[in-house]
């Protein structure tokens, strides 16, 4: 069985390139639905952001493993596969787990530490799920990465020091516009990146104006904000009180053509507007950076501006780093067994006997007259006690030694690869504690 990690990240592809490539949410459960039933995967989700398009897929011979890379180019663009396929990255086995488990951790994002993606991981995670694509260890090495993920935000302070790629543009828009304080600051798009900016530009004093398709999601984030409100035809015609637009829609298609740019300059006597596009596919035509006065910075441009301010805390990001390869470890030691049954019995035995032991002595320290025989009668009830709630998972296991997905939901339900250790031997932190 092979865990393959393919697709296109802005480490590897252009804007114009992953542009090709986004699989909307409405698109992705057909396309999962195709790669399991038709083209012999065991298991496949697929993380679409403006950041990525990647796919996790699970094969069961290394033949369908070579087969994931150039079928991902011919489906993502059919019309002109190596456009796409040139700038495909493929990941299998170990690096594929790592890879998973640091894109969920957020040390591949754009923002190093922002936490939108944790989010966005859990959705592709749901999404497969819903659509029936996931198979026992594509599921398992998926949750690994979200628990992973959890521990990074709150085990480090890379998360606390990190914003989003929404707090990027906002702090862009004012080092290039300068300060905002009374200034009309446009926010195309209602949805969750467009209410992160729209909060940061409220936040340094701006006139905000606000317009989405949907003209009630603009209306009720407006009125959080006490911005005003445009229909989708007003840009241009309040052109002259604009000095910023950030751009973050889901839509297709450009929602500002380069001729709508330059028909707001008109009106603005081509005075400098700033233009941030943060949209994947862009919502501003690249032409529109042509048209005098306009500084047009898209997510790429920004990424590179983020990376000239450098990375976050040294410290942090060790911790971080440190924090997923443990988990790695952990996942891959699982995900390598053949049999899956045998050691999970096993770990399931040796944690219900390290909270047992713990809590024994714990007791027993509170009562110092206790004597030898009433201990140990203390001890041998316990250990009755353990064995008789330990009987049902483990002849469940064996039952079903076939299926791995026994095995891993069972690792997932008493924490069997959580990090707390008691004795050197896993322990989910929740029993220890009760």
């Known amino acids: 069985m092979h865990l393959v990690a393919a697709g296109l990240s802005f480490r590897s592809a252009p804007i114009s390139v992953r542009e090709r490539a986004v699989v909307p949410p409405s698109e992705a459960n057909r396309m999962l639905r ?13 993380l679409s952001t403006c950041n990525r398009t990647e796919f996790y897929v699970s094969c069961p011979t290394d033949a369908l493993a070579d087969e994931v890379r150039p079928r991902l180019a011919m489906y993502l663009d059919p019309v002109d596969d190596s456009a796409v396929g040139d700038h495909l990255f493929e990941l299998r086995g170990a690096d594929a787990i790592r890879h998973m488990l640091r894109v969920a951790g957020g040390l591949e994002s754009m923002v190093v530490g922002e936490s939108q993606v944790l989010g966005q991981f859990r959705d592709a995670h749901q999404l497969a799920r819903d659509a029936g694509t996931l198979d026992a260890r594509l599921d398992y090495v998926m949750r690994r990465a979200v628990s992973a993920g959890k521990r990074v935000r709150t085990e480090t302070t890379i998360g606390r020091r990190s914003g989003s ?30 209410a992160l900016a729209a909060a940061r530009m409220h936040e340094a004093g701006a006139r905000l104006m606000i317009t989405s398709r949907g003209g009630d999601s603009a209306l009720a984030l407006a009125s959080r904000l006490t911005g005003d409100a445009l229909a989708i035809s007003d840009p241009i015609a309040m052109a002259a009180e604009i000095e910023v637009v950030i751009c973050c829609t889901d839509s297709s298609a450009p929602v500002l053509s380069a001729g709508d740019v330059a028909a707001m300059q008109e009106r603005r006597e081509h005075r400098p507007l700033t233009v941030i596009d943060i949209a994947v596919p862009r919502d501003v035509e690249a032409e529109a950076a042509d048209v005098a006065g306009v500084t047009l910075i898209d997510v790429d441009a920004l990424g590179d501006r983020i990376a000239s301010g450098g990375s976050p805390q040294r410290g942090a990001l060790a911790e971080a780093t440190a924090i997923i390869e ?11 067994e053949r049999d899956t049954a045998g050691p999970t019995i096993g770990a399931l035995v040796r944690q219900a006997e390290a909270i047992r ?48 997905g026994v095995a891993l939901t069972l690792r997932d339900a008493f924490e069997l690869d959580a990090p707390d250790l008691i004795d050197g031997q896993s322990v989910a932190s929740d029993a220890a504690a009760s």
Not at 37 to 42: F, K, M
Not at 388 to 394: D, V
């Open 357 to 404: 032991r713990q809590e024994v002595e714990r007791t027993l320290a509170r009562m110092p007259d206790v004597d030898a025989a009433t201990a140990d009668k203390v001890q041998k009830l316990t250990r009755a006690i353990v064995s008789k709630l330990l009987h049902a998972p483990i002849s469940h296991l064996r039952e079903f030694a076939d299926d791995p």
């Open 34 to 46: 195709y790669l399991v039933g038709h083209c012999g995967l065991r298991g496949a989700a697929v």
């Open 165 to 194: 790629i929404a707090d990027a543009a906002a702090q862009v828009a004012r080092e290039v516009a300068g300060d905002l304080h009374g200034r009309g600051v446009l926010v195309l798009g209602a949805g969750t990146m467009s």
């Open 326 to 336: 443990a988990e790695v470890a952990r996942a891959i030691a699982v995900v390598a």
